[in-house]
């Protein structure tokens, strides 16, 4: 006995009818074969169309998502925007010149004096000859001159305990929220970056949005640990009056502060860029069509 088959097409129906004619094999029709006719040709060739027509359907929907050459360009300089912002934040949390202390350098009346400066992490005292300082400045310092440092870190963040300097004693419960809201916004940045990776290289452009969420959130946690710390500052010389203080902030805040409007702008932009449409183009016409309608 001859096997029986059919031929089917892309959806599963049978190509050609039971009039249609059906392949012979041995002078003997096989049922459901596919015909010799027009019509036959005909269903085979629509069965094929309409397979290329929906490959082309998903090319074109996955190209809606897909980036071109010129949004890849401006994406990777938003990137490198928020780069920059994320390694002068690295660079701020990471040293102790966020503030400088300063009693007056003939306190102790001796040939030295003692200045401090402060970071999240930890502090730093320095002995420096007051020869050295310039005569006409009325504390010690700076700490750039040449001296003896001694640094420590904080051990509120092991024991508990707070540091006392010049007799004053630092608020632990605000220079942990410094410290903690520094760290969390370092960990939103990771998460941002790790979003524009992926939308470079899935070439989608959904992955902006969280992105400029997070480097936007980064920035503002970046200045608002900024803002705890100043007030750290401020009631640890409200501590103790015996010692007269002079602080001035460092070049560390300056890092940081730098870093948290960066951040922002970074934000900013990928925020723009994930819009479905340009603000650019839409708000150029309008100043065009007005200028045009004011001439006339």
Same mark, same amino acid.
């Given at each position: 006995?001859?096997?029986?088959?059919?031929?089917?097409?892309?959806?599963?129906?049978?190509?050609?009818?039971?009039?249609?004619?059906?392949?012979?094999?041995?002078?003997?029709?096989?049922?459901?074969?596919p015909?010799?006719?027009?019509?036959?040709?005909?269903?085979?060739?629509?069965?094929?169309?309409?397979?290329?027509?929906?490959?082309?359907?998903?090319?074109?929907?996955?190209?809606?998502?897909?980036?071109?050459?010129?949004q890849?360009?401006?994406?990777?300089?938003?990137?490198?925007?928020?780069?920059?912002?994320?390694?002068?934040t690295?660079?701020?949390?990471?040293?102790?010149?966020?503030?400088?202390?300063?009693?007056?350098?003939?306190?102790?009346?001796?040939?030295?004096?003692?200045?401090?400066?402060?970071? +999240?992490?930890? /502090?730093?005292?320095?002995? !420096?000859?007051? &020869?050295d300082?310039?005569?006409?400045?009325?504390? @010690?310092? $700076?700490?750039?001159?040449?001296?003896?440092?001694?640094?420590?870190?904080?051990?509120?963040?092991?024991?508990?305990?707070?540091?006392?300097?010049?007799?004053?004693?630092?608020?632990?419960?605000?220079?942990?929220?410094?410290?903690?809201?520094?760290?969390?916004?370092?960990?939103?940045?990771?998460?941002g970056?790790?979003?524009?990776?992926?939308s470079?290289?899935?070439?989608?452009?959904?992955?902006?949005?969280?992105?400029?969420?997070?480097?936007?959130?980064?920035?503002?946690?970046v200045?608002?640990?900024?803002?705890?710390?100043?007030?750290?500052?401020?009631?640890?010389?409200?501590?103790?009056?015996?010692?007269?203080?002079?602080?001035?902030?460092?070049?560390s805040?300056?890092?940081?502060?730098?870093?948290?409007?960066? +951040?922002?702008? /970074?934000?900013i932009?990928? !925020?723009?860029? &994930?819009?479905p449409?340009?603000?650019?183009?839409? @708000?150029? $016409?309008?100043?065009?069509?007005?200028?045009?309608?004011?001439?006339?």
């Amino acid at each position: 006995m001859w096997s029986t088959f059919f031929v089917t097409d892309e959806e599963g129906r049978p190509v050609g009818g039971p009039g249609g004619g059906g392949v012979q094999v041995g002078g003997m029709p096989l049922a459901g074969g596919p015909a010799q006719g027009p019509v036959g040709l005909n269903n085979l060739m629509t069965g094929r169309s309409t397979f290329g027509g929906g490959s082309k359907r998903r090319r074109t929907t996955s190209g809606a998502q897909a980036m071109s050459e010129a949004q890849e360009g401006k994406i990777k300089l938003a990137f490198f925007v928020a780069i920059v912002g994320v390694v002068l934040t690295v660079l701020g949390v990471g040293t102790e010149f966020w503030v400088e202390l300063s009693p007056p350098k003939h306190f102790y009346n001796n040939q030295t004096c003692l200045t401090a400066h402060l970071g +999240l992490w930890k /502090g730093c005292t320095k002995t !420096l000859w007051v &020869a050295d300082i310039d005569p006409e400045r009325e504390t @010690c310092g $700076p700490a750039e001159l040449p001296g003896e440092t001694n640094c420590t870190y904080f051990k509120y963040f092991t024991t508990g305990e707070n540091a006392v300097m010049f007799q004053k004693t630092t608020h632990k419960n605000l220079s942990m929220a410094s410290a903690m809201l520094a760290m969390f916004s370092l960990f939103l940045m990771v998460m941002g970056a790790i979003c524009i990776t992926m939308s470079l290289s899935k070439e989608i452009l959904f992955f902006l949005k969280p992105a400029s969420v997070c480097f936007i959130l980064s920035g503002v946690l970046v200045l608002l640990s900024l803002l705890v710390f100043h007030q750290s500052v401020l009631a640890f010389l409200s501590s103790d009056h015996s010692v007269p203080l002079h602080h001035e902030l460092a070049w560390s805040v300056s890092c940081i502060g730098c870093a948290g409007a960066v +951040l922002i702008v /970074g934000g900013i932009l990928f !925020l723009l860029l &994930a819009l479905p449409y340009s603000p650019w183009q839409r @708000c150029l $016409p309008q100043k065009n069509t007005s200028s045009n309608s004011g001439g006339t």
